[in-house]
């Protein structure tokens, strides 16, 4: 793993949004429903990492991240996997975790699911194939 890359959390690619899409009438989550569900993960976060003096999940350490991010199996099984497949180093597992423990924040899950593993490495190795070509 090039420690550059293991550096580099996520990397989302947005399309340029075809007429239809500017077009449509059907009703989208708002911007204001959008701020408070991040209030509401930060907030969150908060309250899981003041005991440590932190106030976000970025800033979690290791020792840290294995306080904080309870994985359920089928997340525990994903982690194993991704940790195999991909080569992982320390740092790359624990940033999966903490992108991961953030997506289930915004989804108001206290345990993290597959779904927010499986996310967090999607968006890991998006990151990795645009920077590689």
Same mark, same amino acid.
């Given at each position: 793993?090039?420690?550059? $890359?293991?550096?580099?959390?996520? *990397?989302?690619?947005?399309?340029?949004?075809?007429?239809?899409? =500017?077009?449509?009438?059907?009703?989208?989550?708002?911007?204001? #429903? =959008?701020?408070?569900?991040?209030?509401?993960?930060?907030?969150?976060?908060?309250?899981?990492?003041?005991? /440590?003096?932190?106030?976000?999940?970025?800033?979690?350490?290791?020792? !840290? =991240?294995?306080?904080?991010?309870?994985? *359920?199996?089928?997340?525990?099984?994903?982690?194993?996997?991704? /940790? +195999?497949? /991909? *080569?992982?180093? #320390?740092?790359?597992?624990?940033?999966?975790?903490? =992108?991961?423990?953030?997506? #289930? +924040? $915004?989804?108001?899950?206290?345990?993290? #699911?597959?779904?927010?593993?499986?996310?967090?490495? !999607?968006?890991? *190795?998006?990151?990795?194939?645009?920077?590689?070509?």
């Amino acid at each position: 793993m090039c420690p550059l $890359l293991d550096r580099i959390d996520i *990397n989302i690619t947005v399309p340029r949004l075809e007429y239809k899409d =500017v077009t449509a009438t059907s009703a989208a989550e708002s911007s204001e #429903a =959008v701020r408070r569900r991040v209030e509401k993960a930060r907030e969150i976060g908060q309250q899981r990492l003041a005991r /440590f003096g932190l106030s976000c999940n970025a800033q979690m350490s290791h020792r !840290h =991240v294995k306080a904080a991010c309870a994985l *359920n199996p089928q997340a525990q099984l994903l982690m194993r996997q991704a /940790f +195999d497949k /991909f *080569n992982l180093s #320390a740092r790359g597992y624990d940033r999966i975790l903490k =992108v991961a423990r953030t997506i #289930a +924040d $915004l989804a108001g899950e206290e345990i993290i #699911a597959g779904p927010a593993v499986a996310e967090a490495i !999607h968006l890991r *190795n998006v990151a990795k194939e645009h920077l590689l070509g």
